[in-house]
């Protein structure tokens, strides 16, 4: 008899862990602020030097929102690849791109308060959407790309401000990334992003960035 309770017991256990794992992405789902899954632009993976890397901090910033976490990337052969880690060190999500298609997976469910779609396209807007320009060119530069008009401002040879502005779409409603101002040439060590559409603010720290030279 003491066998058979124990086994029941087990069964329960089991039971109620298995129910755990099925309602605590849904409660976090019906409970948990998160932020809506944003539009944004790729830059192809064929574009991107094979062998770049990249390690960041990211501190998100909504209404309902306050979370930190670390990315890594890397382009290898035609996949780029995205994974972002919790203030644990925990891993959350992986993005992997081929092309322009993507494929996303979150260990969390929607636990996690954002969807890694909106991290891949700020690092896409951060890193590889430039405005073509002389290297030794200041000034105000502009340029189209993925349907949105882009608008970037360059002293004293550094970048200053990105803006992303789509058609149809209000001034104060444009994504706007502005770098700090001792940021070296051709480097992005600090940046501060702005989403007014989708509600948040990202302040972006890079801490390696490796873009081997294309061949």
Same mark, same amino acid.
């Given at each position: 008899?003491?066998?058979?309770?124990? +086994?029941?017991?087990?069964?329960?256990?089991?039971?109620?862990?298995?129910?755990?794992?099925?309602?605590?992405?849904?409660?976090s789902l019906?409970?948990?602020?998160?932020?809506?899954?944003?539009?944004?632009?790729?830059?192809?993976?064929? =574009?991107?030097?094979?062998?770049?890397?990249?390690?960041?901090?990211?501190?998100?910033?909504?209404?309902?929102?306050?979370?930190?976490?670390?990315?890594?990337?890397?382009?290898?052969?035609?996949?780029?690849?995205?994974?972002?880690?919790?203030?644990?060190?925990?891993?959350?999500?992986?993005?992997?791109?081929?092309?322009?298609?993507?494929?996303?997976?979150?260990?969390?469910?929607?636990?996690?308060?954002?969807?890694?779609?909106?991290?891949?396209?700020?690092?896409?807007? =951060?890193?590889?959407?430039? +405005?073509?320009?002389?290297?030794?060119?200041?000034?105000?530069?502009?340029?189209?790309?993925?349907?949105?008009?882009?608008?970037? =401002?360059?002293?004293?040879?550094?970048?200053?401000?990105?803006?992303?502005?789509?058609?149809?779409?209000?001034?104060?409603?444009?994504?706007?990334?502005e770098f700090?101002?001792?940021?070296?040439?051709?480097?992005?060590?600090?940046?501060?992003?702005?989403?007014?559409?989708?509600?948040? =603010?990202?302040?972006?720290?890079?801490?390696?960035?490796?873009?081997p030279e294309?061949?």
């Amino acid at each position: 008899m003491r066998a058979g309770y124990f +086994v029941g017991i087990g069964f329960f256990i089991t039971l109620a862990l298995a129910a755990c794992q099925t309602w605590l992405p849904l409660w976090s789902l019906l409970h948990g602020p998160r932020l809506r899954e944003c539009p944004g632009a790729l830059f192809p993976t064929q =574009e991107i030097p094979d062998g770049f890397r990249l390690h960041q901090r990211i501190r998100i910033r909504a209404e309902k929102v306050s979370v930190g976490l670390e990315t890594v990337a890397q382009k290898h052969g035609d996949e780029f690849v995205l994974i972002g880690l919790n203030s644990m060190g925990a891993k959350v999500f992986a993005v992997r791109q081929r092309g322009l298609e993507i494929e996303v997976k979150e260990f969390m469910g929607r636990a996690f308060p954002v969807p890694p779609r909106n991290v891949l396209y700020d690092l896409h807007r =951060e890193l590889f959407f430039r +405005v073509p320009r002389e290297p030794v060119q200041d000034g105000d530069f502009r340029s189209l790309a993925g349907g949105v008009e882009i608008t970037e =401002e360059w002293r004293k040879g550094r970048p200053r401000r990105r803006v992303f502005h789509r058609p149809g779409e209000a001034e104060a409603d444009a994504v706007v990334l502005e770098f700090a101002a001792d940021t070296p040439p051709g480097t992005t060590a600090s940046v501060h992003l702005r989403n007014p559409v989708c509600g948040y =603010e990202a302040a972006i720290v890079t801490l390696l960035e490796t873009v081997p030279e294309r061949k």
